[in-house]
């Protein structure tokens, strides 16, 4: 079943050979960037060592995410062993629950017509707010042990906030805070085991948000026959809640015709790549059920080790929403980041 076009983001670059932008190169062709993402010439920019424990600095130079080579196969290690522990479709049934349980505690988003317990006219819900950013994490907290999954939400937000290089001062004071309160939380375990369990709340929560977000502002109004797993697979290739990811050149390399200097940094434009016509017949259109998938979770050694966990938090979510909810068709703002799209506000009214 298909749906009408998803429009690229603003600021999708076109499928082309490499070029130098501002910032290092972009890349944007599919099978330029896989060759990246599985070449080991191309390294993940490293986190600074030396943080004190359970700061914002320790808790990335921990987690296997900005791990060099040598480094980082073990620390992967330690956060799909947690994750295999976790059951996808009991994640999924978890997930339904709790949005339920959200949307029947009349939780609003507190404009003029959805006063709580007052029937004023249509209810509003801000997705992202009282579900996108709460649901997943809480859930994902909770089998991970951590001792108040609902005091995680807030607290795995404001590290997330920061996590990424770049980050102003002031969020970063707010994560070591934060920091500070996951690791309190966690079960008593060796520091490397406490850092990549709050790494995978971490890595979970903007990015599921989005997919969130991206599959009920595109696909609230679909018809009931379009299964939310392939509605989710095509908004993860059109409107990718992750939109590129960053590698640096180790040494001088050859990608896509192209001569990097070694130190070159790379951004690996996964939005674009989702819609090389080499690789997706008819790339904008939205058709469920594609053969080839998306870029969205990353690929190689360093891919995302949670995409089933993810589409599992996901599916439970917008099913749900999909069944309870209609479009408020209100404007769609989006979180200013250079990597992440994720809607600040997304309001849908409560049937
Ligand atoms: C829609 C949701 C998600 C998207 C689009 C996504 C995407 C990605 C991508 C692209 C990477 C690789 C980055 C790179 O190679 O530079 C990654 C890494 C990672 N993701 Fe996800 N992710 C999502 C959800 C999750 C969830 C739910 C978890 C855990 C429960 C998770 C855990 C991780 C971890 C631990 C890494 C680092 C892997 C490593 O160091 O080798 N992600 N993710």
């Known amino acids: 079943m298909d749906l009408p076009t998803i429009t690229a983001a603003p600021g999708t670059p076109g499928c082309g050979p490499p070029v130098r932008g ?71 049934l978890a997930a339904a629950r709790l949005t339920e349980e959200i949307l029947a505690a009349g939780v609003s988003s507190g404009a003029p017509s959805s006063t709580k317990g007052v029937n004023r006219g249509p209810r509003l819900v801000e997705v992202m707010g009282e579900v996108a950013r709460r649901v997943p994490v809480r859930v994902l907290a909770e089998r991970l042990g951590l001792a108040d999954p609902r005091a995680a939400v807030p607290t795995v937000s404001a590290v997330a906030a920061a996590y990424h290089p770049g ?13 500070a309160a996951l690791v309190a939380m966690s079960p008593p ?22 997919l969130i977000g991206g599959a009920v502002r595109h696909g609230l109004g679909a018809p009931a026959g379009l299964r939310t797993a392939g509605l989710l697979a095509e908004v993860l290739r059109l409107d990718p809640p992750v939109r590129a990811t960053r590698r640096v050149a180790s040494v ?52 995302c080790p949670g995409e089933r966990h993810a589409l599992a938090l996901a599916e439970g979510v917008v099913d749900v929403l999909r069944q309870r909810c209609r479009r408020a068709d209100l404007p769609v703002p989006y979180v200013p980041h250079p990597t992440l799209r994720v809607p600040t506000r997304l309001e849908v009214i409560l049937r």
């Open 22 to 92: 501002d910032d290092g190169w972009v890349v944007t062709r599919h099978a330029d960037v896989v060759a990246a993402l599985t070449d080991p010439r191309c390294v993940v920019p490293p986190a600074q060592p030396g943080a004190p424990p359970g700061t914002l600095g320790w808790l990335r130079a921990s987690v296997s995410r900005f791990s060099p080579a040598g480094s980082h196969p073990a620390r992967r290690a330690i956060g799909v062993a947690a994750l295999d522990r976790l059951d996808p479709p009991d994640l999924s």
């Open 167 to 179: 980050a102003a001062p002031a969020a970063a004071a707010h994560a070591d805070r934060a920091v």
């Open 189 to 210: 375990a060796p520091d490397e085991v406490t850092a990549n369990r709050i790494g995978l709340l971490v890595q979970a929560a903007d990015a599921t948000a989005g």
């Open 252 to 303: 001088a390399i050859d990608l896509g015709g192209r001569t990097m200097d070694a130190a070159d940094p790379l951004l690996l434009r996964f939005d674009a790549a989702n819609r090389d016509p080499a690789v997706h017949p008819e790339p904008h259109r939205f058709v469920a059920g594609r053969a080839s998938g998306s870029l969205t979770f990353g690929a190689g050694p360093r891919g």
